[in-house]
Antibody, heavy 120, light 107 residues
């Protein structure tokens, strides 16, 4: 059974930094692209960033470009999101998702999410 | 950026009724469209991919149709557990984008 478990969320001041982690199990992590998708309170889903299986291709939403860095460690079955210069509008539940079971670009498995709150 | 517009924003129906949700893209996404179900406090769940293919374990009452710019998610006979928010998402172009969601509520 596929499990994606996020950690690292919490309360951070505007301008601060945070690193989210996602531990994956139950599938061959090294063959899947991985993603971060977020949902701000009362809002819809927003794609944040994607990384290919070998880290060769990385993409960011405009809202994340220049501030967030996605990375992965296939030896540890782990995905990361380093978030710098955080803003109030980054407050959201951040979901770790996989892509590959049904074609690239769909989000087939999801973690339960980790809440990031940016507030002074 | 491809904008996905979902309608209606809210759909009020009773269990046993048929639900029809719409998603319109600002430009063609071919058949590269998915549908997700989101319940409060739960992770989203992939229902439909490539416009009309059901993901593993998704009941047959869920079906998708469409291509190009107009897509439909149909739930043939609503079960109590189907009341949730539904999102469409395109994978045709970067950035991957979602619609704003349709809330399916109990009438």
């Amino acid at each position: 059974e596929v499990h994606l478990v996020e950690s690292g969320g919490g309360l951070v001041k505007p301008g601060g930094s945070l690193t989210l982690s996602c531990a994956a199990s139950g599938f061959t992590f090294s063959t899947y692209s991985m993603n971060w998708v977020r949902q701000a309170p009362g809002k819809g889903l927003e794609w944040v960033s994607s990384i290919s299986s070998s880290s060769s291709y990385i993409y960011y939403a405009d809202s994340a470009k220049g501030r967030f860095t996605i990375s992965r460690d296939n030896a540890k079955n782990s995905l990361y999101l380093r978030m710098n210069s955080l803003r109030a509008e980054d407050t959201a539940v951040y979901y770790c998702t996989s892509s590959g079971s049904y074609g690239r670009g769909y989000f087939d498995y999801w973690g339960q999410g980790t809440l990031v709150t940016v507030s002074s | 950026e491809i904008v996905l517009t979902q309608s209606p924003a809210t759909l009020s129906l009773s269990p046993g009724e048929r639900a029809t949700l719409s998603c319109r893209a600002s430009q063609s996404v071919s058949s590269y469209l998915a549908w997700y179900q989101k319940k409060p406090g739960q992770a989203p769940r992939l229902l439909i991919y490539d416009a009309s293919d059901r993901a593993t374990g998704i009941p047959a009452r869920f079906s998708g149709s469409g291509s190009g710019t107009d897509f439909t998610l149909t739930i043939s006979s609503l079960e109590p557990e189907d009341f949730a928010v539904y999102y469409c998402q395109q994978r045709s172009n970067w950035p991957k984008t979602f619609g704003q969601g349709t809330k399916l509520e109990i009438k």
